[in-house]
Structures are given as C-alpha cells and as structure tokens.
C-alpha cells in the first residue's frame, strides 16, 4: 500500500503491525511501527487523518510510558492534548491530559497535578463513568503522594474502584486497585493493601498490561515491607 501511495491503508496495517508486536510485548517494534505511521500522516490528505493521527499519538505513548522513555512519552501526550483541544474534542484532550500526568508523575510532580487537574475538570462533562472514575481516582492518588493525604482522595479511589468493579474494563480496575493498595496501606490496612496489589497484578497480567503488572507488583512489595 506505500508503494502504490494508498498511504491512508498503509497506516491501519502499521498500526494493526504494532497492536500485533505490542501482544508480543515487542514494544520498541511497536513505536517504531507507529512512528513509521505518523511521518505517512504527515504525508496524508485523507478525511481521516485528524482521527488517526490523534490515535497513533495516544498508542505511540502509551507504549513510550511503558518503556519508561519519559520525556518522549510527555511530548506525544501534549501534543495530543494540542490537537484535541483544536479540534474541540474534550474527551481526546482529557484522556491526553490523564495520561501526561501518569507520565511526567515521578518527574515532574507540579506538571503532573496540573494536567491531572485540567482532566479532572474536562471529564464532568464527558458522558463516560469508567474515565471520570480514572481521573479522580488517579488524581487523588497522585495529589497524596505529591501533596499529602486528604480523605476526599482516599474516597475518591474507593469511588472510582467500585464504578470499575461495575464495568467490563479490566485495564482500569488494574490501575485503580493498584492505587487503592496504597490508601489501604496507609490506612494500617496490610491485608487489604496486599490483596487489592495481587488482584491488581492478575488482572494487569491478563489484560497484557507490563506498566501497571510492575506497578501492582511495586504496591504488593510496599504491603509486605
């Protein structure tokens, strides 16, 4: 399809080749398939380019996360963020937002509560419970760490836990019991705080998730120390 210039269907098997090599775990390979994607777009006058593009930047840095390559994985999530926020599309900005946050967490913590803020406020208006659910309760996590312990973020994480509890989104009870762990923990709570790590971890396992099975297994280490 590159060769005969369709580069439109060339990007949907490059993006097909990097779900294929992320299931492997073969992230690098992954982002290269996505960044080979992204230059095509650049190249790409098709009515559907602003939505790939948006979607190849959202998986380009997840998988960059994954692989701890910070820096690189901030500036896919900004200019993910950029272009939504253009486009006027909340949702896409939002999630941008939330997933900036998650990785600029350890570097940067002021950057980090200011994006997971502006989340927080964008998803109000967002008709989806499973995504309100992870930015207040990962917003509530990330502020205890950085800021200090407020039980409104405690019940906010047991809040959104329970809203994914009730949906079939495994990847997001994954995170969320992760931070529940924590506020267990700090609760004086180490049986809870360690099934919540285990539960975490399995479902991470199952849903192929590496970045959130190493978090919960990081959680379940806390719990036991």
């Known amino acids: 399809f590159e060769k005969g210039h369709d580069r439109e269907r060339a990007v949907h ?48 840095g997840m998988l960059r996360r994954a692989m701890g390559q910070t820096e690189d994985a901030a500036a896919d999530f900004d200019t993910l963020a950029r272009l939504a926020r253009q486009r006027g599309c909340a949702e896409h900005e939002a999630r941008a937002l939330f997933y900036l946050a998650s990785a600029v967490f350890a570097v940067d913590g002021d950057r980090c509560l200011a994006a997971a803020q502006r989340a927080v406020e964008l998803s109000r208006d967002i008709g989806d419970e499973l995504f309100r659910a992870r ?19 405690a019940r906010a994480c047991e809040e959104a836990t329970a809203a994914a509890r009730r949906n079939p989104d495994r990847a997001l009870l994954s995170l969320l019991l992760a931070r529940r762990s924590y506020f267990h923990r700090l609760a004086g709570s180490y049986r809870d705080a360690l099934a919540a790590a285990e539960e975490g971890a399995t479902v991470a396992l199952e849903v192929g998730d590496a970045y959130e099975y190493l978090f919960c297994q990081y959680a379940r280490t806390q719990a036991l120390f």
């Open 13 to 60: 098997y490059l993006v097909r080749a990097a779900e294929n090599a992320a299931r492997r775990y073969a992230n690098q390979a992954a982002s290269d398939s996505l960044t080979r994607a992204l230059d095509m777009l650049e190249h790409t006058a098709g009515s559907g380019r602003d939505d790939l593009r948006l979607l190849v930047l959202e998986r380009r």
């Open 135 to 153: 930015t207040r309760g990962s917003s509530g996590y990330w502020h205890s760490i950085l800021r200090g312990w407020r039980p409104e973020d």
